[in-house]
């Protein structure tokens, strides 16, 4: 079944560890996303990359890196985790390109990352 | 800068009657508009959006909404909820149909039996 896989789906992590968080997608869109999400803030936009090799900062990409380096791939790195950055993240894509443009927003299951 | 406000946050109401949840926004340029339903557990999925054209439009699960240019809102309807219905939902704003898109807070929608 097409669409985003994101992993892992849960971690606790020890605060000041390096963590990626995986998406993949496979619906060849050239956009993709971050989000965070947390009770009261809604979705929060952490970094996105409209087309493979570019990369742009949303709302609150401080504590937070990406990298694109094909059309499928877009991790999510937390240099050193903070518990502040206890959160629910989504990753997102949009095929935003080659006409077929409908500015709809497909979403994963979402990663729950809890830091102590 | 863009910002979207959805001022309720919970939404409580019995089956078979109808709902309405707020959204307005923010924003000096023309917006593309978006509500997304979130069940638990699960990830976002779209119900409707707003592009151009008609300013009434109708998205799935029987939802509907409207934009209103001069109020700067898009507020969600449905005449008659059903249980299944009960899940968080969230409005969002883009001011290009392929650009950063924005979330308001959400409104969790809980449908009494």
């Known amino acids: 079944i097409a669409g985003i896989t994101q992993a892992p789906t849960s971690q606790i992590l020890a605060a000041g560890r390096r963590m990626t968080l995986r998406c993949t997608q496979d619906m060849r869109h050239n956009a993709m996303y971050w989000y965070r999400q947390d009770l009261g803030l809604g979705l929060r936009l952490i970094h996105y990359s409209n087309t493979a090799g570019t990369t742009g900062k949303g709302e609150v990409p401080d504590g937070y890196s990406v990298s694109r380096a094909n059309t499928d791939d877009f991790p999510l790195t937390l240099a050193s985790a903070v518990p502040s950055q206890t959160s629910v993240y989504f990753c997102?894509?949009?095929?935003?390109?080659?006409?077929?443009?409908?500015?709809?927003?497909?979403f994963g299951e979402g990663s729950r990352l809890t830091v102590l | 800068a863009q910002s979207v406000t959805q001022l309720d946050s919970q939404v409580p109401v019995f089956e078979e009657a109808p709902v309405e949840l707020r959204c307005n926004y923010s924003?000096?340029?023309?917006?593309?508009l978006f509500w997304y339903v979130q069940y638990p557990n699960q990830g976002l999925q779209l119900l409707l959006k707003y592009l151009s054209g008609s300013t009434l439009v109708k998205g799935i699960n029987g939802f509907e909404a409207e934009f209103n240019k001069s109020q700067t809102s898009f507020h969600l309807r449905k005449p008659s909820v059903h249980i299944s219905d009960t899940a968080e939902y969230f409005c969002?704003?883009?001011?290009?149909?392929?650009?950063?898109?924005?979330f308001g807070p959400g409104t969790s929608l809980s449908v009494i039996p």
């Open positions: 969002a704003v883009s001011e290009t149909s392929y650009d950063k898109v924005i």
């Open positions: 924003s000096s340029v023309s917006v593309y």
């Open positions: 997102a894509s949009s095929d935003s390109g080659s006409g077929r443009n409908t500015g709809e927003l497909f």
